[in-house]
């Protein structure tokens, strides 16, 4: 007999409804108002009433063009390119261009032109961060993973030591690290220097737009690598022993055991770490926030910490909406596609 | 756990060890220079630098930096509003979550299956996608005030509700009292009915103190993200009233040239999660496993 209690739809109406309205009221409204928003051009403050724009804001992030320039003989008879600010002017389709990159090739140039160049920056900027970290961070988490997992004394203690900085602040980490990098009297720079009896320049890690992503690249691998290799230790220990046992008597070198019985029955714990950390990737900010404010020269800046510029700092709540929008759009995405790939890799 | 000894040679087992020593040495000593430098003067920062005495507590040490920074750097406000929307949030969060599991998991009601694909879909929707929206959203919503008596004020901004009241309710935690809580066989539940239980009762006094474990572990997640929260704070609070620590921190790394007070001000700012870190660590551990194979 089912308890009469157990039947009551009312109660656990009761019972669901702080959770489920705190959901709605900060997940799913906010989710929609940010669609909704995308399409309109909402001020956080502004005397001008807010109006439906279209898709505007969305051609103002994503617009993306290219144009063909042939040379031409210039006053002093040298020849040379129109300036692209001049042809963008001129030509109404171009209106709101501005040059993101160029190619020539001889008596003729290519330019890219995009509407919002800095969101290109950023958006390339966080793709190039996620392809540096992700490979960076997964395989150190995994290398650690197998360290601890190693059967040394004091395993529990190196667990502990490469998992801490998980938990401690991205800020307090980013603060840290700074000094770090710092070009003069950074310990980073010390170090290299005394490794290479002095041969090592100096560099501004932070301060050079060529080595200003790799830092914050290792910083952020340093920090978050402990989470996964938790999730990797999970995965190793559920690896049945008999295979490393039955490996061994058919006379599998520890490589061998590692590329036949280790990374296969960890197949799984892979794509889903590889998924998590690059979901996490695409959302740099806190280190870039507190580290370099997305320069030098745009050169870290990144999608989150775009859209934080222009939505909060620049108060355009509706184009901080729509870059928010892509990001979620991008990172949905990537997640099914991830989910795909494996699925089918681990089902063959 | 049991590793396989056996066929590791001495030599194979040292150069394991060296190796992972080295990674020790490379998470470790980061927290280490920031903690000696946080009690030397600036001049014997830099120039300890170049040597190994950058993290060794060398010199001239002292709880100067410490003093200069709980007295000039609005620091005691911004923990206390850090301390008090973290707990606030666990609480709330542990009690309204588990609650709202309770339901999906032992309580038969139409819909149920829906409530739960919807939670489900909501794990995969980050902050960050929505928190420019929800700035304006917050901007407009009422809360009490007491400036010149009791009145109502039309803003979230600048308010400690503003960085707890979001975050009490959190699918990832409902999601995962309700794996926990399904896991507890029925009929420790059926037997407490027959006794004559209500439900809240059998919430009360079977689930909640079966699930320890599971609780501590929502209480660390939710805990450490209320502790460690960045993004959120730097949207919606601008002012200095009701900023946390971390905001607090980054604004005087930007503004402050010492290096030992700055050191020292992270230093405050790690301890209580390093302390908490040290004597939970199994939970804290078993927190990120359990959600990762599950999750």
Redesign the interface.
Known sequence: MRPQWANRGALAFLFGTPAMLGLIGFLVVPFLMAIGLTLTNQKLLSPQDTRIVGLSNYERLLGLTMIRQDSVLGVNGDTGFERVRDVTRRTPRLHGYKPLGQAEFGSTRLVLLARDPIFIQSLLNTILFAVMVVPLQCSLALALALLVNAGLPGQRLFRTVYFSPVVMSMVVVAVIWAFLFNRDLGLINQFLSWATFGKFQPVDWLGNPATAMPAIVIMSAWQGAGLQMLIFLAGLQAIPKELYDAARIDGATAFQRFLHVTLPGLSRTIAFVIIITTIAAFGLFTQVDVMTQGGPANATSTVMFYAIERGVRGQDIAYGSTITVVYFVLIATLALLQQRFFARRAGS | ?????N?KTAAQ?IA??A??LL??V??????L??LM?SFKPNQQI?SD??SIR?FLPVGSISLQNYRDVIGSSGIGRFALNSAFITIVTVCAGLF??S??A???A?????G?GM?LG??VV?L???L??????????V?YLPTLGFEGGLSIQWSWLDTRLVQI?????N?FS?FFFYQAFSDIPRDF??AA??DG???FQ??RHVIVPLSGTTFATVAIIQG?AA??Q??WP??VVPSEGARPL??G??QF?RFQTE?GE??AY?TL??LP??LA?IFF?RW??QS??GS??KG
């Open positions: 756990m049991k590793p396989p000894l066929s087992r394991t060890y190796i992972v990674f020790v490379i998470f470790v000593s980061p927290f220079f920031m430098a830099f630098l170049s950058a309204v979550n609650l709202a309770f339901a999906l032992r309580l038969e009601w139409r149920k409530v919807l939670i909501l995969i929707i980050p960050e996608a929505i928190a420019v929206p929800m700035m304006l959203m901007a009241v979001p975050f009490v309710a699918a409902i539940d059926e009915y027959v239980a209500t439900p059998v919430y450490l502790w460690n960045y993004l730097v949207i971390m905001v921190l980054q790394f290096w700055v050191m992270a700012a790690t999660v390093f870190f660590q804290f551990v990120v496993m990762g194979v």
